[in-house]
């Protein structure tokens, strides 16, 4: 892991110093890596909450960062952090900018974890070179006239909700959690392998729980939200396909089912049975009840805010994924594994193993942000019913 802080006295106000350090239009009359916005945040601005941008970082070899603004607060911070491009676990950086007599002082912190031993080094030497002599440069173009007129800046939003609200929500999530846990505990018992992704979801929705009882999201309820409308398409469609419940299996969970059904046909394993049950029904959630999910429960906040707004915290939902998909994993003792998955657990290094899956099992990470897409289209037409 590696840190830094950079600073300087910039000549005018805060208010003026903001554009300069969030709209990619006037980032790149200073910074040497140049910007790219590819989708505005919160509020239609590239620098909003949401706001997804491009980084091309000059040298050899060159590099390209895709990055999401995290929290943008007019006119004083900028949290983004890179999500693709690079290979680490975590780059995160935060731009605060406070008056002072004669302008405003900046100052940027960045904090890199790196996925291959070493590299840090190297990379922080060309990084703040590279962050020096850009912030340098702007030193010089906020004490002159703008070229450019800045946009508005993104609307200030109050989303927060009360105590009891968020109690409410909680408490019927953890309700959620035990009838997951109870689902799993009778299909598992009746060695019916549906009940292995049923134990993943129940994993999900108790780390959900557990995340935002820890203020990792910033929207903790558009997040405990979610969790009770994805589990009633679940166990809705569960439920036909047992024979509990009238009405048609979708077609996404149908396929699902079926090819968890197949597997003991066709000789699998019990390990690897269980594998298939989980990614089947991962992607019959991803690809067939998450868009629909994100688009209903904006539906609560729409007016207040844009649908954008909540990307950052639904990208960190994909910690509470993996963490799942783990603790799952530890629950089978590595002699039920198939040679072909002891083999990649022992050459693939742990930072690695879930860009492995990604590629080689189902492009995780691909579908999820597709996902977040079609929820956005969905949450432009108009409410069912």
């Not at 890179?82 to 900018?97: C, D």
């Not at 509990?244 to 059904?261: L, N, Q």
């Not at 003991?264 to 594998?275: I, L, T, V």
Request: charged share 25%; hydrophobic share 40%.
């Amino acid at each position: 892991m590696i840190r830094f802080d950079l600073e300087r006295e910039l000549g005018c106000t805060v208010e003026q110093a903001w554009p300069l350090v969030a709209e990619p239009a006037l980032m790149n009359l200073w910074s040497t890596a140049r910007i790219e916005a590819i989708d505005p945040g919160d509020g239609g601005h590239p620098g909003g909450t949401g706001a997804i941008r491009r980084v091309h970082v000059p040298g050899t070899p060159r590099a390209v960062l895709t990055e999401v603004i995290e929290r943008s607060a007019f006119p004083s911070r900028l949290h983004y952090r890179v999500i693709a491009g690079a290979p680490i676990r975590h780059h995160q950086g935060v731009i605060t900018l406070d008056p002072t007599p004669r302008g405003c002082h900046l100052r940027w912190q960045v904090e890199i974890d790196f996925l291959v031993p070493g590299l840090g080094l190297v990379v922080e030497r060309s990084l703040k070179r590279g962050l020096d002599t850009s912030l340098d440069r702007l030193v010089k173009i906020a004490s002159a006239p703008l070229v450019f007129a800045p946009m508005p800046p993104p609307p200030t939003r109050d989303l927060d909700e009360s105590i009891e609200a968020l109690a409410s929500l909680r408490d019927g999530v953890d309700a959620i959690t035990a009838s997951q846990r109870a689902i799993a505990d009778r299909l598992l018992g009746d060695d019916d392998d549906r009940g292995h992704f049923t134990r993943v979801y129940e994993y999900v929705t108790e780390g959900i729980t557990i995340a935002a009882d820890d203020d990792r999201f910033d929207h903790p309820g558009w997040i405990l939200r979610l969790v009770p409308v994805f589990h009633g398409m679940f166990a809705t469609n569960l439920a036909r396909r047992l024979g509990k419940s009238p009405g048609e299996v979708e077609p996404h969970w149908a396929r699902a089912f079926a090819i968890t059904e197949g597997a003991r046909a066709r000789r699998k394993s019990r390990f690897e049975a269980a594998m298939l049950a989980v990614f089947a029904g991962m992607r019959a959630h991803i690809e067939g009840d998450l868009p629909r999910t994100l688009a209903t429960v904006y539906r609560h906040y729409a007016g207040r805010c844009d649908y954008v707004r909540f990307r950052p915290d639904y990208l960190r939902m994909a910690q509470v994924f993996t963490a799942a998909g783990d603790r799952f994993m530890a629950s089978w003792p590595r002699r039920t594994w198939t040679p072909r998955a002891r083999f990649f657990d022992a050459v693939t290094p742990d930072a690695l193993r879930h860009q492995l899956i990604d590629r080689t099992f189902y492009p995780i990470t691909r579908e999820r942000r597709k996902a977040f897409e079609r929820g956005q289209a969905l949450a432009r037409q108009p409410a069912p019913g």
